[in-house]
């Protein structure tokens, strides 16, 4: 939500902004399809990550209405329109360093995809994104969604949250899947 207060004053014994692009740069090194930016949280300081959030719920409601051209899909990745414009969003913060909290940076991305801009915009001034995302938020309070990535199954009767390898969560699936009727999960 606010960096000021997360990063400028919850980092402020640590190092501040810098001390917490260092922490960015360390944790991304152990993932090799991750690229930081060298400089990250030093010059360029996304104030928030609200303005992503929104924009991308304005993408998805345009999805949903299959008002997006190539029937939501892109043709080079196979991912929906949505998860192609989540993961540039990703790169322009991470890798290349620009401000993402910018309304005018996510709408550049928005047109490297070819998307609508004034349907998005109209999703955001109509309030309707707006109203998605609340309800999102009302959704993440209801499941008690504590962080990424969190997996709610059994009908919001298990929550898998965290760092958990392949292996317990294919488990826990494949248990739901094959459970016998009228018998306890034994995950």
């Not at 304005?58 to 080079?76: F, H, I, N």
């Not at 995809?113 to 349907?119: E, F």
């Amino acid at each position: 939500g606010c960096t000021e207060n997360r990063i400028g004053h919850g980092w402020k014994d640590r190092g501040g902004y810098p001390g917490f692009g260092v922490h960015v740069k360390e944790v991304g090194a152990g993932f090799p399809h991750v690229d930081v930016h060298p400089d990250i949280w030093v010059r360029i300081r996304p104030r928030s990550s609200a303005n992503c959030h929104l924009f991308l719920k304005a993408v998805q409601l345009l999805e949903e209405e299959t008002l997006l051209p190539a029937s939501g899909r892109t043709e080079a990745s196979g991912n929906s329109v949505f998860e192609e414009l989540a993961w540039r969003v990703r790169l322009a913060f991470f890798r290349d360093n620009r401000d993402i909290s910018r309304l005018d940076c996510l709408y550049a991305i928005a047109e490297e995809l070819g998307l609508p801009a004034d349907r998005i915009a109209e999703k955001i001034a109509n309030g309707a994104a707006m109203a998605a995302q609340c309800r999102d938020a009302e959704l993440q309070d209801q499941f008690r969604v504590e962080g990424s990535p969190t997996y709610i199954m059994n009908e919001g009767r298990q929550k898998l949250y965290g760092n958990l390898g392949y292996k317990i969560i294919e488990a826990n699936v494949q248990e739901i899947l094959h459970r016998p009727e009228n018998q306890a999960s034994w995950c």
